[in-house]
Nanobody, 117 residues
């Protein structure tokens, strides 16, 4: 199955920006959908942003207008640009891919994002 490797997490002050990258081990053009999820201890994993094969994007209400998901087919990479970060954005962010509408989700190892002054 595809391997996903995330990078770009770290510590940032409120109002700052981070850029997360997810590199896939195979062509992302073959994926039904890819996206970013996040999870904090004690809470369920939640969708942050996703992009379908056709390019349709979907965002959690809490990040609309601040986060942008994009992709680079040549580099097999999906990027999450996060601006105007808030303390409540602190979480482990994981990349997800799905090969078909009913296929299983494949996850990366996750990258920690901490928003704190």
């Amino acid at each position: 199955q595809v391997q996903l490797v995330e990078s770009g997490g770290g510590l940032v002050q409120p109002g700052g920006s981070l850029r997360l990258s997810c590199v896939a081990s195979e062509s992302i053009s073959s994926m039904f959908a890819m996206g970013w999820y996040r999870q904090v201890p004690g809470k369920q994993r939640e969708l942050v942003a996703s992009m379908s094969r056709g390019g349709t994007t979907n965002y959690a209400d809490s990040v609309k207008g601040r986060f942008t998901i994009s992709r680079d087919h040549a580099k097999n990479t999906v990027v999450l640009q996060m601006n105007s970060l808030k303390s409540e954005d602190t979480a482990v962010y994981s990349c997800m891919s799905r090969r078909s509408a009913f296929g299983s989700m494949v996850w990366g190892q996750g990258t920690q994002v901490i928003v704190s002054s």
